[in-house]
């Protein structure tokens, strides 16, 4: 029961001052960004057809599902192709570029370089010749024959409305249907407090996180105290409860009401804050599912995840990519979390960062659920092809080890 007990304390910390200290940051910047260019981003995409594939695969690498989720309403007004929807779903690196950016930077790097190539030159492959997409979409059709509007692209003729996407108004670029409820005289006082609460953790958790990472990642014992174990130990586990608080309850009077959907513009600074500890909250409970995930099954089987992967083989990267068909940022927050435990090659974590859509996905579904299927069959393609190329010479070319390769 001890054991049992550490190890929840150990990933409650672990995971805040880790991951989700380093995590608030990044996602706080691109908001900033965001709140100080109020979406000429998304202009200089719509104005430039030749550059939209690779501008949309810029916007899909930015960590988080923020710059790929603005593109999808683009396709669906007719102002960009289906191959920079696919190039912008493809780069998409979702919240579990956080987990690996925090844990893995320079897989990371790697990672995220080789699904940005693969998608765009999908992308731009998919505008100029088409690659069978409306033999695709023709079959997507009388599978689900529901799915009525078309989700091909206009091939070698530009960039154009598409009759076939009759709309009555905008798509909505997040799904905010019920905003927050900020009436009661409790509840919202108490999560604004603890949304306050949650900033100076996660300030106090990105110092100590890089003392953390300056010393080399030591073992640091459960304590309480003044010194560096006591204050780790204490902010993270402060910290991650706050981010459980923010996430089942705060949200609703605090915010958006909707959190794990990003934003193109934001009204005020503490707006933008705000979106950030919300966002940043939702990566920490999946993170910490992850983690207790991964440590209760070594602790309780005494599997050694590594070795079942390496047994798996070739499997492991179509086996990643195959995860990374599941909309949301859930699962492929899981399996950046075992990459980073030294549990999958790095075949099946680059697999998957092609493969996976994060929440991106779901715009696009909510108003033409054919063009996200297919886009998704076009991410699926590469991603096999790629993450088995890595696992067949990776080791043979490169010299390295797949399993823990650029894990701190």
Not at 71 to 81: D, H
Not at 140 to 147: K, M, R
Not at 314 to 332: D, E, K, R, T
Request: glycine share 12%; net charge negative; proline share 5%.
């Amino acid at each position: 029961m001890n054991e049992l007990l550490t190890v929840l304390l150990e990933s409650l910390r672990d995971g805040y001052v880790q991951v989700s200290a380093f995590v608030a940051v990044t996602v706080l910047a691109f908001g900033l960004v965001q709140y100080r260019t109020d979406g000429a981003a998304l202009a200089a995409v719509e104005d430039n057809e030749r550059l939209q594939v690779l501008f949309g695969g810029l916007l899909g690498l930015t960590p988080g599902c923020g710059g790929a989720i603005v593109v999808m309403p683009l396709y669906v007004r007719g102002t960009v192709s289906f191959g920079t929807v696919v190039a912008t779903l493809g780069a998409t690196a979702g919240d579990s570029a956080f987990v690996i950016l925090a844990l893995a930077p320079e897989a990371a790097l790697y990672a995220y370089a080789i699904a940005f190539a693969a998608s765009v030159v999908t992308g731009y492959l998919v505008d100029s010749v088409g690659l069978g997409v409306s033999r695709v979409d023709a079959a997507v059709t009388q599978l689900s024959p529901a799915a009525t509007p078309d989700g091909g692209t206009v091939v070698n003729s530009g960039v154009g409305p598409n009759p076939a996407h009759d709309y009555a108004g905008p798509a909505p670029t997040h799904a905010h249907e019920s905003g927050p409820d900020r009436h009661s005289r409790v509840l919202t006082p108490i999560s604004h407090l603890a949304h306050v609460a949650w900033w100076l953790a996660a300030v106090a958790g990105l110092v100590l996180g890089t003392l953390y990472l300056l010393r080399g990642g030591p073992e640091v014992p459960i304590a309480v105290g003044l010194g560096f174990d006591g204050l780790f130990t204490v902010t993270g586990i402060v910290g991650a409860l706050l981010s459980l608080y923010l996430y089942v309850v705060g949200r609703h009077y605090v915010g958006e009401g909707e959190i794990a959907r990003a934003r193109d513009s934001f009204a005020s600074v503490y707006d933008t804050l705000t979106h950030a500890a919300m966002e940043t909250s939702f990566v920490t409970v999946w993170v910490l599912v992850a983690f207790l995930v991964y440590e209760y099954f070594v602790l309780l089987t005494g599997a050694n995840i590594a070795t079942l992967a390496a047994a798996a083989g070739v499997l492991a990267p179509i086996g990643g990519a195959a995860v990374g068909l599941i909309p949301g940022c859930g699962p492929q927050i899981l399996l950046a979390s075992v990459y980073a435990e030294g549990g999958l090659p790095f075949s099946a974590l680059t697999a998957n960062a092609i493969a996976q859509d994060g929440d991106a996905l779901f715009p696009l579904l909510a108003v033409d659920a054919k063009a996200a299927i297919v886009a998704t069959i076009y991410n699926f393609l590469p991603a096999v092809v790629v993450g088995v190329a890595l696992h067949l010479l990776w080791g043979p070319v490169f010299g390295m080890a797949e399993f823990g390769f650029g894990v701190l």
